[in-house]
Every structure is written in structure tokens, then in C-alpha cells.
Nanobody, 125 residues
Framework: QVHLVESGGGLVQAGGSLRLSCAAS????????MGWFRQAPGKEREFVAS????????YYADSVKGRFTISRDNAKNTAYLQMNSLKPEDTAVYYC??????????????????WGQGTQVTVSS
């Protein structure tokens, strides 16, 4: 069982930046693919970014490519999502997720085994 805790959300003006963190309880953190998803009010949860176990490969939704950067520090059991040039449409609850099998390139929500509680990101115009 992997326990994930997100932090770093908040209120920011359009064009601003935020850095989300996802701390994992699992000592074998490096064996998990990590992903970030988001869910806006009235919408389905959607893929944002994912990173392979060794951080060799990263994947992004088209809507955030070039603005968001996913990273991980396996020594600290933590994944990050650096969000720059934020837009009002980025407003959502952001969730980190982990999967022990499969690859980072598979972006489907159902492939992830463990989820955090979410952190709210609000971008004002």
C-alpha cells in the first residue's frame, strides 16, 4: 500500500507559477511510475503528466506541454509538478498517482493503483 500526500496548491494569478509536491510513504518509491492528474468542476479527471521510474521518460498532456514539468527525487520519495505560465483553465484539483506495473507512456487513469487526496489549484484571471 502506497500512501501519497500532495502539497503546494493554492491561489495564483494568471501567468504565475506553482510547484506541487507528492510525498510517498513507500520505501520502494523508485519502483513506481508516477503521474499527475487533475479534475475541474463538472469535468472528468484527466491526465496531466507522468514520469518513468528512473525519470528517464516524461509525458505530458498537450494542454500543458511546454508549461509544466514533472520530476521526481527517488532519494526523497517525492514527485513534483512545476507549473509555469498558469492559465485560468488550469484551475482544478490536482492528484498524484502511482502504479507499480506498466509504463509511464500509458496515460489511462485506470492503470494507476494509488491516489493522493488532491490539492486545489486556482488560477485567477
Amino acid at each position: 500500500q502506497v500512501h501519497l500526500v500532495e502539497s503546494g496548491g493554492g491561489l495564483v494569478q494568471a501567468g504565475g507559477s506553482l510547484r506541487l509536491s507528492c510525498a510517498a510513504s513507500e520505501r520502494t518509491f523508485s519502483t513506481y511510475v508516477m503521474g499527475w492528474f487533475r479534475q475541474a468542476p463538472g469535468k472528468e479527471r484527466e491526465f496531466v503528466a507522468s514520469i518513468s521510474r528512473s525519470a528517464y521518460a516524461t509525458y505530458y498532456a498537450d494542454s500543458v506541454k511546454g508549461r509544466f514539468t514533472i520530476s521526481r527525487d527517488n532519494a526523497k520519495n517525492t514527485a513534483y509538478l512545476q507549473m509555469n505560465s498558469l492559465k485560468p483553465e488550469d484551475t482544478a484539483v490536482y492528484y498524484c498517482a502511482a502504479k507499480g506495473t506498466g509504463v509511464a507512456g500509458t496515460k489511462d487513469i485506470w492503470t494507476y493503483d494509488y491516489w493522493g487526496q488532491g490539492t486545489q489549484v486556482t488560477v485567477s484571471s
